[in-house]
């Protein structure tokens, strides 16, 4: 079956740090791949999503590229703001669903201080 | 427009008492999906609809839980004799069309089964 993993949290950094959250992918075929974002108080949303290998999801200063080699789509930032505090969770939308149904990681919480 | 709004926000049940959770997807998408997020986890998919029509229930975890879009709008996901292990967010979103298409979150429902 599908599954996604991503790494830990709690990820604390300072204000203007580089920001990577590894994730890793197990699926069936080649998914779509995703990542959602949910800052305090507030409902899931999509940060960014890539359809194919290589392919560059991009949005709001973060980046994640679709490595079918290495299975993973790890998401990136060059520079945080203490806005970008939140729980970024990945995802993926699978050939065996239609490419409909999300399954999703654990979820990452990113902590930003100024 | 108006987004993916749901229906209460949160509920408090005795264990054994049955509960119905609305959904109100973004007007006019066909698809609407149910999660469900327990503490700490990521959204773990229950169940899909494309218009009235249920297409996939293979993540409801019993035959207690059951979910329903008559009109091919709204949706109900109702729970029979709530267990504690039932306390959860439960989150609906809706996408336009079935496939590869960005899912809308609601802001979610949380469970808590005493």
């Known amino acids: 079956g599908n599954s996604v993993t991503q790494m830990e949290g709690p990820v604390t950094l300072s204000e203007e740090a580089f920001l990577t959250i590894n994730c890793t992918y197990t699926?069936?075929?080649?998914?779509?791949l995703f990542w959602y974002v949910q800052y305090p108080g507030e409902g899931l949303q999509l940060l960014l999503k890539?359809?194919?290998?290589?392919d560059k999801g991009s949005n709001k200063g973060f980046e994640a590229t679709y490595r079918k080699e290495t299975t993973s789509f790890h998401l990136e930032k060059g520079s945080v703001q203490v806005s970008d505090s939140a729980v970024y969770f990945c995802?993926?939308?699978?050939?065996?669903?239609?490419?409909?149904?999300?399954?999703f990681g654990k979820g990452t919480m990113l902590l930003v201080s100024p | 427009g108006a987004g993916v709004s749901q229906s209460p926000r949160y509920k408090v049940a005795k264990r054994g008492q049955d509960v119905a959770l609305r959904c109100d997807p973004i007007s006019g998408h066909v698809s609407l999906f149910w999660y469900q997020q327990a503490l700490g986890q990521g959204p773990e998919f229950l169940t899909y609809f494309q218009n009235e029509a249920q297409l996939d229930k293979s993540g409801l975890p019993s035959d207690r839980f059951f979910a329903e879009r008559p009109e091919g709008s709204v949706s109900t996901l109702k729970i029979q004799r709530t267990q504690q292990e039932d306390s959860a967010v439960y989150l609906c979103?809706?996408?336009?069309?079935?496939?590869?298409?960005?899912?809308?979150f609601g802001p979610g429902t949380r469970l808590l089964v005493l």
């Open positions: 979103a809706s996408s336009l069309t079935p496939s590869f298409e960005t899912q809308y």
């Open positions: 699926a069936t075929g080649y998914p779509s």
């Open positions: 890539a359809t194919k290998a290589d």
């Open positions: 995802a993926l939308a699978g050939p065996n669903s239609g490419y409909s149904t999300l399954t």
